[in-house]
């Protein structure tokens, strides 16, 4: 029902700053919970931003506050997230996921985009 595909990643420098796409396409609904998340290599997928499709509450891992910036446009159908002051922790393939509001499960997801963060 909804099909997502990043795109933004890249290498930047630390301290730098880097845009992610996440475009969407099929049926969405407002109940949805739109998120990004991250995996290293040799790591477990990590949860790093959500935010609701409807209503725009947002919700970030402690890593990440006050650094990244997760929004949508609701007419693209895209969310983004814009990482400003990134480190090298922050390397990683980052991924776009959906749920319903509803559920516990992240029920779609992207392909995922590099970012790589040099020290």
């Known amino acids: 029902q909804v099909q997502l595909v990043e795109s933004g990643g890249g290498l930047v420098q630390a301290g730098g700053s880097l845009r992610l796409s996440c475009a969407a396409s099929?049926?969405?609904?407002?109940?949805?919970?739109m998120g990004w998340f991250h995996q290293a290599p040799g790591k477990e997928r990590e949860f790093v931003a959500r935010?609701?499709?409807?209503?725009?509450?947002?919700y970030y891992t402690d890593s990440v506050k006050g650094r990244f910036t997760i929004s949508r446009d609701i007419a693209k159908k895209t969310v983004y997230l814009q990482m400003n002051s990134l480190k090298p922790e922050d390397t990683a393939v980052y991924y776009c996921?959906?749920?319903?509001?509803?559920?516990?499960?992240?029920?779609?997801w992207g392909p995922g985009t590099q970012v790589t963060v040099s020290s």
């Open positions: 935010i609701n499709w409807s209503g725009g509450s947002t």
């Open positions: 996921a959906a749920r319903p509001d509803s559920g516990y499960k992240w029920n779609y």
């Open positions: 099929g049926r969405t609904f407002s109940s949805y919970v």
